[in-house]
């Protein structure tokens, strides 16, 4: 049972483009939704983290939007450059004593020149 | 990648050995985790650890065993190494969980 679920699998996009990448979720007691970024060899780092307190969070070229009653967010990469080729997961925590991470798929993320 | 070393780095054994994962910090983070990262499934939580001695299992714990005798150190033990456990396993830490940071990761291989 997947309690993150993560779109598209794979992404291609031309330099200079905007990447997005969607993510959708069930639980409602989910408070915290981090994106983390992972280029091969290396593990996961994180990139960008939102509440669902507010809409928006922007942080440089990446901007996660989040849609409460919808229960959705999503990344969205602006003028997307090569450097940012790398595998992207969603994640989520909340609820309970202990707020473990649940990891969306991954999307494999290709800029081309 | 904040003070985390796996050792080791790569690993080829066989069906039925027992296997142990090394994971080091010096961040002295309270709590350390080990997923599996596997492709359509991405990255699975199989234990994790709250404190020396002090730890629970992940969605994906079956055949898998951890230990934590010193904040520093956490072993994943495979006590009967399996062909689908072949993966990549990731140690993360962090001071709970809003901030994870990983290791480069340890390629096990099962044959």
């Known amino acids: 049972q997947q309690q993150v679920k993560q779109s598209p699998q794979s992404l291609i996009v031309q330099k200079g483009g905007i990447s997005i990448i969607n993510c959708a979720y069930e639980n409602t007691a989910f408070d915290y939704f981090p994106w983390y970024q992972q280029f091969p060899g290396k593990g996961p780092a994180l990139l960008i983290a939102?509440?669902?307190?507010?809409s928006e969070k922007k942080e440089g070229r990446f901007t996660i939007s989040f849609n409460k009653s919808a229960k959705q967010f999503s990344l969205h990469i602006m003028d997307s450059q090569p450097g940012d080729s790398a595998t992207y997961f969603c994640?989520?925590?909340?609820?309970?004593?202990?707020?473990?991470?649940?990891f969306g798929t991954g999307t494999r993320l290709l800029v081309s020149p | 990648d904040a003070g985390i070393t796996q050792s080791p780095r790569h690993k080829v054994t066989e069906t039925g050995t027992p296997v142990t994962l090394r994971c080091h910090q010096t961040?002295?983070?309270?709590?350390m985790y080990w997923y599996r990262q596997d492709p359509g499934h991405g990255l699975r939580l199989i234990h994790y650890s709250y404190g020396v001695k002090d730890t629970d299992k992940g969605e994906v714990s079956d055949g898998y065993s951890v230990s934590r005798s010193k904040t520093e150190d956490f072993l994943l033990t495979l006590e009967s190494a399996t062909s689908s456990q072949t993966s990549v396993y990731f140690c993360?830490?962090?001071?709970?969980?809003?901030?994870?940071?990983f290791g480069s990761g340890t390629q096990l291989s099962v044959l």
């Open positions: 939102i509440r669902p307190d507010v």
């Open positions: 993360a830490t962090g001071q709970g969980t809003e901030k994870l940071f």
């Open positions: 961040e002295n983070h309270r709590y």
């Open positions: 994640a989520a925590s909340g609820g309970g004593s202990f707020q473990k991470l649940v």
